[in-house]
């Protein structure tokens, strides 16, 4: 059975750090679903436009393998004021499924909640203060327990691939690699 993976986005996240995690959990067999907080249709940080799979509504009755959040400003506040999406982070480390964030989000939306509570971290430099006793300089990404966090754009795909091995293994997350040329 394949893991199962939800990454929401809001109006303003960071597009590289979404597609890429999109793309490597989907390379690698997770299901992945794209959840927007607001509308289907959202406008990235970068301008690009992404249509969702579903809203956020649709996803809160449904238990997966992990929960992505991509960066990304404004849309790490949109993600961070989603009460839906803050209720499943909550459920999701309470029951020690996987949980992850990128960029600002670490900061933003997992501080903001107290979901780096007792947890080491990274997140967008700048940020740090966010994290205080949680932050880890110098890492690019960063897992601890069922929380993965990694600094921004530039670390994209060791975090997706970091979060592949985590889901489907060693071998999986390797050879995905080994097929984009990223070993």
Do not use: W
């Not at 109006?11 to 992945?32: C, F, N, P």
């Not at 979901?115 to 880890?136: F, I, Q, R």
């Amino acid at each position: 059975m394949s893991k199962t993976a939800l990454l929401p986005i809001a109006e303003g996240s960071e597009e590289l750090e979404a597609i890429t995690v999109v793309d490597v959990l989907r390379r690698a067999g997770t299901e992945l679903t794209i959840a927007s907080v607001a509308d289907i249709s959202v406008t990235m940080s970068r301008g690009t436009k992404l249509v969702a799979d579903a809203p956020i509504e649709v996803c809160s009755g449904n238990e997966y393998d992990l929960i992505v959040l991509p960066g990304g400003m404004p849309g790490a506040e949109h993600l961070r004021d989603s009460r839906i999406l803050t209720e499943m982070l909550k459920t999701q480390a309470e029951a020690g499924r996987l949980y992850a964030a990128i960029c600002a989000s670490p900061a933003i939306v997992l501080a903001s909640h107290g979901l780096m509570a007792g947890k080491k971290g990274t997140c967008y430099p700048g940020l740090e203060h966010s994290l205080a006793d949680s932050y880890l300089e110098g890492e690019d990404v960063v897992a601890d327990g069922n929380c993965i966090t990694s600094r921004g754009p530039g670390t994209a795909m060791a975090f997706a691939l970091k979060l592949a091995e985590m889901l489907e293994g060693k071998d999986t997350a390797e050879n995905t690699a080994r097929g984009m040329l990223a070993e």
